[in-house]
């Protein structure tokens, strides 16, 4: 939890210092699972960071330690993880692979206890993962099926994880932005500007900048500007 945190804070130094931590004291106490998981999580910190070779380096050694003590919701999100760094590499059949190892895994939930660090899989995550993944492969047409699923569910089981609405719909103007619908971007975009003035995330300031960035080549239709002046006006005084 503390390198999800420091994470979320764009402390990347930190975050990794808590992840090795948890991967030292997960392999010392014999619990496969939460080092596997913090490798995962580490893997997915070196995806946001740009780092492709070392998120899928991260991602593969966390699936190696698969074993007969993982959970089906531990298998899940390794699965997941491994999925978002082939998706960063552009490797779609490795991608969609994962994808469904990680769909078979978490039907199969249930029947065990599971780990409280794997207490946020659920079938918002794993839609959520699939539309990151759609999305960074260029799959516009499937995101635009996982995003607003994951969206949707989130409003009726989940409605106070704010920070997971800003990510999603950030993504889903993303795909609309792919597809040039650039009003229904501009639309998406200022929906998720309208959840972020709500939180202080330094992550999710980045993924929404990542989105106006995308935006400049437009600079000339009026939403566009209208979501940018917006942008500017929410940013001021958020976590850079």
């Not at 945190?5 to 014999?30: I, M």
């Not at 596997?36 to 899928?56: D, F, I, K, P, V």
Request: aromatic letters at 8%; proline letters at 3%.
């Amino acid at each position: 939890m503390a390198g999800w945190l420091a994470l979320d804070a764009n402390s990347h130094a930190t975050a990794t210092n808590y992840f090795v931590e948890a991967v030292r004291v997960g392999r010392e106490a014999d619990e496969p699972g939460l080092a596997a998981s913090a490798l995962a999580y580490m893997s997915l910190q070196e995806t946001y960071r740009g780092q492709r070779a070392s998120a899928l380096s991260l991602a593969q050694e966390a699936a190696a330690l698969n074993s007969r003590k993982l959970t089906p919701l531990t298998r899940t999100i390794l699965a997941t993880r491994l999925a978002r760094a082939y998706a960063a590499m552009g490797d779609e059949r490795s991608c969609l692979k994962a994808l469904e190892a990680a769909r078979n895994d978490f039907d199969k939930a249930g029947g065990v206890e599971e780990p409280h660090y794997v207490s946020y899989v659920d079938s918002i995550e794993v839609a959520a993962q699939e539309g990151a993944c759609f999305l960074e492969l260029g799959m516009s047409k499937e995101a635009v099926m996982s995003l607003p699923s994951a969206i949707g569910l989130l409003g009726i089981h989940a409605p106070n994880r704010v920070r997971n609405q800003v990510h999603y719909l950030s993504r889903l103007a993303k795909c609309y932005l792919l597809d040039r619908e650039v009003e229904q971007a501009c639309r998406t975009g200022r929906h998720a500007l309208d959840f972020s003035r709500t939180i202080g995330s330094a992550r999710v300031s980045e993924r929404l900048g990542e989105f106006d960035e995308l935006l400049t080549p437009y600079s000339g239709v009026s939403s566009v500007a209208a979501f940018k002046e917006e942008y500017r006006t929410s940013m001021r005084g958020m976590p850079g």
